[in-house]
């Protein structure tokens, strides 16, 4: 296809390079510096979606942001397809590919148009009338079906293959919107020195003058003076789509999006996280359409648009035009577009005696002007083909051919990004329209953005936000008339229940829509927009918000003012999930903490969990052994000879301070003050409230000094505890914190032979059982390294746990390994460490407690130091509602009937399971297990008044069958403890 | 992102940050009723407005201080170390 409407001359595309690009398959070319709809025009393609609910043929609407209609799918493949993109945005380029949009199978012939035939079978709220019944068959039959023809782009069908790329950046004057406006006022900022960044989401800077031929001397001399400042940078592509707190911008840059199909090494994009002292929003405005009996078919856009499409782009949007206009901003654009060689067949203005030199250009240049009057209609399927206008109040209407319909309903300042920061809003009779008005953040708005509407007050008001931007002195304003135009939906005289008059394109949403909201009793305006869902579509309202507003204040008879607006949210424009992920994807999502002896495991074919960050052994299969076989094999390994286990995740806290002693007194439930140096402590930390939050062993390895050990999970969240109770209320102590959980491999060595394998690699030290008990700790040398050797367990079995430099953790794990050849030594998991605790009913925080267990409740009371006058958690202890409470949950061991029988963890208990849903629940299951050493499944359980109901049966309902189970003490394996000496 | 002026580090963004409650909440003693303990453990002023409360330079030099935040706003009007008075 030729590009039969392109001018042949003016624009700023570059026609000695054409760019071949396709749509829907089809091959066509353009010219570099279009864009993809520019280069649809430019081939007479106006056509180019169908409507989200009633699948209306829709076309080009407008030139930027704010287009509703001409939404593609773009992308070489799956891994680079984006869809819902503004063919008014993307840039064209060599070989883009396009498609377009909730169409089956084709754009001209579309089976889900059916609903349109039936449209006043889909009013406004029709998802909340229709499909309340029968029960069940909106999630079943309505939505997946709706689902199928309402909609606008495909999901991609395979991960993004794109990189993208994000940085910070902090400056003096951020200036969003590289206008007359902008440009004036990131000048005027720079003349200062300082620091400034531009942004603008066109390729080139200039705005709407890029469309303004007789402005280029002016805009390239703005231009020159830019690149003269090093204190300026410069951002072409980059949208800013939020405005968050404290004046920090979001932008999204477009790298090589616009090279089209080039290699994935170059990120596609950057996110900018931009900190400005001071932001200058001169975002410009954008025009309304005016709302007339179908007034969305192809080739009824907005006049500007048109305009910009003229003189941009060098396309001629159509041959024969009728401009329909409440604004004199339409006739420049009939101008343009009779200079290009379009016929004007007609202008239509809604105004009874509009004047000035935009109407006096039009007469002089012959076209026919008809003021007073209105469209009452249009016609044509997939392209307009005639309009029928009349004056405003008769009957007659006259119909006029044309492909092509302009309109104008005014301008609206885009004042999205001021709404974000919070700012209110304030509203301008004039303009018909709302502008910034008292800012929330230090912001200041310029130029039409700011309601100007001439270039010169346009730029005046951008030098003045720059200087105040920086501190320096501002002149007055130049004063300006600015035209309002016209909101709502035009006269036309015909019965309102039988026209549709487009409000909300993208949404579907007509007039009448918002007319019958309001008659069904609707008045806000947030509840009209999500009843008639007008403006919440992907454009949000741009260009249709101010309609709706001026229908709902004609109907209801109240000024706008006093209906307020909508809230803006971000992101302006939609933007790529890409950007926001950034570098984070991958293997960069989430860190990977990997102990000292990581790589050992690996080497050794162990099979790992994920434990919050860290990589734990879960288990070391040989050959070919379930995890259930390698388990079994692993636990009876430990019981009857020694096993190797990898530690080095606990969490562990050095205290030092001549008062650590008194500050573990006061963290934890235990009594530390007569804990030797040597020796250990289990200890218990609660929160404020009472309930358990951590534990973990505790040596004294001196008057002055504890080596706290805590849960793996725990570690951050202790020492945070910890530091915020000495720094903010024990601030009397001389205490000090340090995370040594880094620092320390830990290696466990566990079983009856565990002091054998050990012993030989023992220098400073006598490990006996008579010099070293149960629960003592020693500083030493193993295998030639400087330790601290825990004898402690966390099995039964006579144990100790070997911290050792982490840079050496894996050297003297392979010594112990290599020691304990010929004592069958095995290493173990985390899962063969789970089992084996089990079976001495050893809790594990998180897993039998659960935020709300007390020391009591998982008969831990032992430990508390019952002397002490205080600690964290004591007072809630001794609260008359907990105390008193007789039926809490307690820990107690479960025997299933059936010995086979490994019951789900998680599972509930009920006393009688024949009693109807739903049941009385006592209480649940925390671990559960299959025991090697007892040869029968064993399980922990929470339940009501646990410890008084030992020896009765309880039941664990389950799909079509319930299991007995026998409450049992939860220490199922050696309860006398004898093991623990080997 | 809020910024947050740390009153030994300066300002840094928010993520550095952790949030730590309304300030200036006396720890009670052992010796308080039971209702006395519940209203230390659980209720907090939620104030509409200006607000003190406690953060945390989690992501930097690790101290607590207190800062007084306007919750309408969102913006800080001081911060200053523990122990300190408000201006
Ligand atoms: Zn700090």
Known sequence: ?982 | MLVISCPYCGDRPEIEFSYGGEAHVVRAPASVTDEEWTAFLYQRSNARGSYAERWRHAHGCGRFFNARRNTVTDFFEQTYKIGEAPA
Request: glycine content about 10%; hydrophobic content about 40%; proline content about 6%.
């Open chain 1, 1 to 982: 296809m030729t590009q039969k409407y392109r001018l042949a001359t003016g624009g700023l595309i570059d026609r000695r390079v054409t760019v071949p690009f396709t749509f829907d398959g089809k091959a066509m070319t353009g010219h570099a510096g279009d864009t993809l709809a520019s280069a649809l025009l430019a081939n007479g393609v106006h056509l180019v979606g169908r409507s989200f609910k009633y699948h209306r043929p829709r076309g080009i609407v407008s030139a930027g942001a704010e287009e509703p209609n001409a939404l593609v799918g773009v992308g070489r493949d799956e891994g680079h397809y984006t869809p819902n993109l503004r063919a008014t945005q993307v840039e064209l380029y060599h070989g883009l590919r396009a498609e377009s949009q909730n169409r089956t199978p084709s754009l001209e012939r579309d089976v889900g148009s059916i609903t349109d035939r039936l449209w006043r079978f889909f009013p406004a709220g029709f998802y909340y009338k229709t499909f309340m019944w029968p029960k069940g068959a909106w999630t079943k039959f309505f939505e997946p079906r709706i689902r199928a023809i309402a909609g606008l782009g495909r999901s991609p069908a395979a991960p993004d293959a794109a990189r993208y790329a994000q940085i910070y950046a902090h400056c003096d004057v951020l200036v969003i919107g590289a206008g007359p406006a902008g440009l004036s006022a990131a000048l005027a900022a720079a003349e200062t020195g300082a620091r400034v960044i531009l942004c603008d989401e066109q390729p080139q800077f200039g705005g709407a003058l890029l469309a303004e031929p007789g402005q280029s001397a002016w805009l390239a001399e703005q231009r020159a003076r830019l690149a003269g400042f090093a204190n300026i940078t410069m951002l072409p592509r980059t949208i800013a789509f939020g405005y968050f707190p404290h004046n920090m911008i979001g932008l999204a840059q477009d790298l090589t999006d616009h090279q089209g199909e080039t290699s994935d090494d170059a990120p596609r994009g950057r996110l900018w996280q931009v900190r400005a002292k001071q932001v200058i929003t001169a975002t410009g405005a954008i025009e309304r359409p005016l709302v007339f009996p179908d007034n969305d078919r192809p080739g009824i856009m907005l006049a500007d648009a048109a305009r910009t499409y003229v003189e941009r782009y060098a396309v001629k949007p159509g041959n024969r035009a009728v401009v329909f206009t409440a604004h004199d901003d339409a006739y420049r654009a009939a101008v343009s577009l009779h200079e290009a060689g379009v016929t004007i067949a007609a202008i239509v203005d809604l105004r009874e005696s509009p004047e000035g030199p935009c109407l006096d250009a039009a007469r002089a240049a012959g076209l026919p002007i008809r003021t007073h009057a209105t469209i009452i209609g249009t016609e044509g399927n997939l392209r307009v083909a005639a309009v029928s206008v009349a004056t405003i109040g008769a009957a007659n209407a006259e119909r006029i051919a044309c492909d092509l319909v302009l309109m104008s309903g005014g301008f609206t300042p885009s004042v999205h990004l001021f709404s974000q920061s919070r700012g209110k809003l304030a509203f301008d009779p004039a303009l018909d329209a709302f502008i910034p008005g008292t800012p929330a953040e230090p912001t200041i708005a310029a130029g039409a953005a700011s309601g100007c509407q001439s270039l010169e007050a346009a730029i005046a008001s951008g030098r003045a936000a720059g200087l105040s931007a920086t501190g320096q002195a501002v002149a007055a304003p130049v004063a300006e008339t600015v035209a309002a135009g016209f909101l709502g939906e035009v006269p036309h005289g015909r019965d309102p229940a039988s026209v549709r008059a487009f409000v909300d394109f993208q949404n579907d949403v007509t007039a009448k829509d918002i007319t019958l909201a309001l008659a069904e009793g609707f008045r806000s305006i947030e509840h009209v927009k999500r009843y008639t869902t007008t403006g919440m579509a992907t454009d949000q309202g741009k260009t249709s918000n101010m309609n709706a507003l001026g229908i709902v204040s004609k109907s209801l008879g109240v000024p706008i003012p006093s209906i307020g607006t909508t809230t803006f949210r971000m992101p302006y424009t939609p933007i790529p999930f890409g950007y926001f992920a950034g570098y984070a994807r991958g293997d960069l999502f989430e860190p990977v903490r990997e102990t000292p002896i990581h790589a050992w495991a690996a080497e050794q074919g162990a099979v790992f969990e994920d434990v919050s960050l860290w990589k734990r052994a879960r288990y070391f299969p040989r050959g070919a052994e379930t995890m259930h076989e390698a388990v079994a094999r692993e636990c009876a390994a430990v019981r009857a000879g020694v096993g190797l286990f990898d530690a080095s995740t606990l969490g562990k806290i050095e205290i030092t301070g001549p008062d650590a002693a008194e500050f573990l007194n006061r963290m934890y439930v235990n009594a530390w003050t007569k804990l030797k140096p040597g020796r250990l402590r289990y200890g218990i930390l609660l929160r404020e409230d009472g309930f358990i939050i951590d534990d973990g062993v505790v040596g004294r390895i001196a008057d002055d000094r504890f080596h706290v050990t805590t849960t793996t999970g725990g570690a951050a969240r202790v020492l945070n505890m910890m530091e915020d109770y000495l720094q903010t209320e024990f601030t009397d102590l001389k205490v000090w914190l340090t995370s040594t959980t880094e620092q320390y491999a830990v290696i466990a060595v566990q079983g009856p032979r565990a002091r054998e394998v050990i012993a030989p690699l023992v220098e400073d030290a006598d490990i006996s059982a008579a010099a070293m008990p149960h629960m003592s700790v020693v500083e030493c040398r193993v295998a030639g390294v400087p330790a601290r050797l825990f004898r402690v367990s966390f099995t039964g079995e006579l144990g100790f746990e070997i911290n050792v430099p982490a840079d050496y953790g894996r050297a003297v794990w392979e010594a112990i390994d290599q020691a304990g050849q010929t004592h069958g030594i095995v290493p173990y998991g985390t899962e063969t460490m789970h089992v084996l605790r089990a079976e001495k009913g050893y809790i594990i925080v998180g897993q039998e407690t659960d935020g709300t267990a007390t020391p009591d409740d998982v008969g831990l009371t032992w430990a508390i130091g019952k002397a002490k006058p205080d600690f964290v958690g004591k007072r809630a202890l001794a609260r008359t509602a907990l105390a008193s409470q007789t039926d809490r949950k307690q820990l107690v061991g479960l025997l299933t009937a059936d010995p086979a029988e490994v019951l789900e963890e998680g599972a509930h208990l009920v006393a009688d399971p024949a009693q109807p849903i739903p049941m009385t629940m006592l209480g649940h299951v925390t671990s559960s297990y299959w025991s090697a050493a007892l040869n029968r499944s064993i399980a922990l359980a929470m339940v009501r008044n646990g410890r008084a109901r030992i020896g009765e049966t309880l039941h664990v309902p389950l799909p079509g069958r319930s299991v007995a189970v026998t409450l049992t003490d939860p220490v199922f394996y050696d309860p006398e403890g004898a093991r623990l000496d080997g």
